[in-house]
Nanobody, 126 residues
């Protein structure tokens, strides 16, 4: 069982930055793929970024490449999402998720993540 708690959301102007954190409970954090997803009002939840368990390979949706960076600190059981050059269209509730997914081809699939945080609101004003 893994419990996830996000923090770091807030209101920021376009062009600004935020750093989201997701603290995980449990001893096996390092064995999980960690992902960030987001859901805007009236839209489906979408994949943002993921980081593999051991090597730390990273994956991003096209709309955030070059602006967002996912990282993890296995000693602290924490995954981060550094968000720079924020745009109003980045406004959403951001969720972190953990899963044991054995192919990077499936990291974008929310159905394969077993554990989810409660979400943190990110609002980008224009």
């Amino acid at each position: 069982q893994v419990q996830l708690v996000e923090s770091g959301g807030g209101l920021v102007q376009a062009g600004g930055s935020l750093r989201l954190s997701c603290a995980a409970s449990g001893r096996t954090f390092s064995s999980y793929i960690m992902g960030w997803f987001r859901q805007a009002p009236g839209k489906e939840r979408e994949f943002v970024a993921a980081i593999s368990a051991s090597v730390g390979s990273t994956y991003y949706t096209d709309s955030v490449k070059g602006r967002f960076t996912i990282s993890r600190d296995n000693a602290k059981n924490t995954v981060y999402l550094q968000m720079n050059s924020l745009k109003p269209e980045d406004t959403a509730v951001y969720y972190c998720a953990a899963g044991r997914i054995y192919s990077a081809s499936y990291y974008t699939s929310s159905r394969l993540y077993a554990y989810w945080g409660q979400g943190t609101q990110v609002t980008v004003s224009s």
